[in-house]
Nanobody, 116 residues
Framework: QVQLVESGGGLVQAGGSLRLSCAAS????????MGWYRQAPGKQRELVAA???????NYLQSVKGRFTISIHNANNTVYLQMNNLKPEDTAVYYC??????????WGQGTQVTVSS
């Protein structure tokens, strides 16, 4: 079992920055990859960024060059640095972790609101 606790959402003006954090606990050595999804009202959940353990990150096309995902192994935390935020980035952001055996775990979600 893996537990994920997110923090760092909030309200920011367009062009501003936020950093989301997701602390993992439990069976952390079973984690193969971590990532961030988001879901805006009336829209499907979409993958924003993902990073496999020891591998390269992948990003949603619309956030490339603005968002950066990173993992800090010492404190088992994954970060999503979001710069130059746009109103269309407004959504609930969810941290996720995938185990080598295929199970997925989700955080509780954190609201990001970007005002124009």
């Amino acid at each position: 079992q893996v537990q994920l606790v997110e923090s760092g959402g909030g309200l920011v003006q367009a062009g501003g920055s936020l950093r989301l954090s997701c602390a993992a606990s439990g069976s952390i050595f079973s984690i193969m990859a971590m990532g961030w999804y988001r879901q805006a009202p009336g829209k499907q959940r979409e993958l924003v960024a993902a990073i496999p353990r020891g591998g390269s990150a992948n990003y949603l096309q619309s956030v490339k060059g603005r968002f950066t995902i990173s993992i800090h192994n010492a404190n088992n935390t994954v970060y999503l640095q979001m710069n130059n935020l746009k109103p269309e980035d407004t959504a609930v952001y969810y941290c996720t972790a995938r185990e080598y055996l295929g199970d997925d775990y989700w955080g509780q979600g954190t609201q990001v609101t970007v005002s124009s």
